[in-house]
């Protein structure tokens, strides 16, 4: 089972060497895509500088929203499963190992890494309580016993993407996947992940906003498709 990890990156110079490095060790089948999203912190040179066959790279001429990068990352994708990978450091990509054994051994279709199982030290309030309500309107909107709506690790067959059809451009890809993956009828499992929360000193950029999108996208799906 290859697994295609996508990696939307807008402007994370500090840390995209480090993720990537880390991407690379984990001992599982893969390829990797990197969408750069206009960057104009220097990410770009950097990305430009790499030399390696096992990381593909698509650079877009201007910041669109992570949505819309993930989309074009997906038209590139050739595994069997996939995930989506930030340029950061708040997920660990070991996780995926153990996301990958759950498919394999239950033989389901979707899995989410969720932080709350995990255990993890909290984000600041906002987004704690943030995640919390965007799960419990997931919950009650899409019938499912979520822990963690929003989390980034959500594990899905291709062959299931391939039957969806995603409009996002933001960070409203999260909660657009979730309901088009419930409203066609798949079972949502969760395993427990860790999470290293980073502030917005240190570079987070999804904001309240962000989040009145999220609630909006999810009731939205809810009656259309
Ligand atoms: N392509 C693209 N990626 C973006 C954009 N904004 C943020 N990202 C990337 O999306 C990832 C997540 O951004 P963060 O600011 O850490 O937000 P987060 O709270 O972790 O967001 P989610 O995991 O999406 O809920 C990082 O890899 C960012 O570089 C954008 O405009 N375009
Ligand atoms: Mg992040």
């Keep these: 089972m290859k697994l295609s990890v ?3 990156v807008y402007n994370e110079k500090r840390t995209i060497l480090k993720i990537l490095k880390k991407v690379l060790e984990v001992p599982v089948e893969k390829e990797i895509i990197i969408v750069d999203d206009g960057s104009t912190d220097g990410t770009k040179e950097i990305l430009q500088s790499i030399n390696d066959e096992r990381i593909k ?3 877009k001429e201007k ?12 038209k590139h994708i050739t595994g ?26 239950k033989k389901v279709d979707v899995v989410f890494g969720s932080r709350i199982l995990g255990k993890n030290k909290k ?5 704690h309580y943030g ?29 299931i993407l ?5 409009k996002c451009k933001r960070f409203e890809f999260c909660q657009e996947l979730t309901a088009k993956l419930r409203k066609r009828g798949y079972k949502i499992y969760e395993v427990p992940i860790s999470y290293n929360p980073r502030s917005i000193r240190e570079g987070k950029k999804i904001r309240w906003k962000d ?4 609630i909006w996208t999810l009731i939205k799906y809810k009656f259309i498709d």
Aim: glycine share 6%; aromatic share 12%; charged share 25%.
């Design 123 to 127: 984000s600041s309030f906002v987004f």
């Design 63 to 74: 910041n669109e929203g992570k949505g819309t990068a993930i989309r074009e990352g997906l």
């Design 131 to 159: 995640g919390k309500l965007v799960t419990f309107l997931t919950n009650l909107l899409y019938g499912t016993k979520l822990t963690d709506a929003p989390t980034c690790y959500k594990m899905v067959k291709k062959e």
């Design 162 to 166: 391939d039957r969806i059809n995603l």
């Design 57 to 59: 790279i698509i650079f």
């Design 6 to 8: 996508i990696i939307p």
């Design 211 to 214: 989040g009145i999108e999220a």
């Design 80 to 105: 069997d499963i996939v995930v989506i990978q930030d340029a950061d450091l708040e997920y660990n990509p070991f996780d995926w190992l153990k996301m990958i054994e759950f498919i394999k051994e």
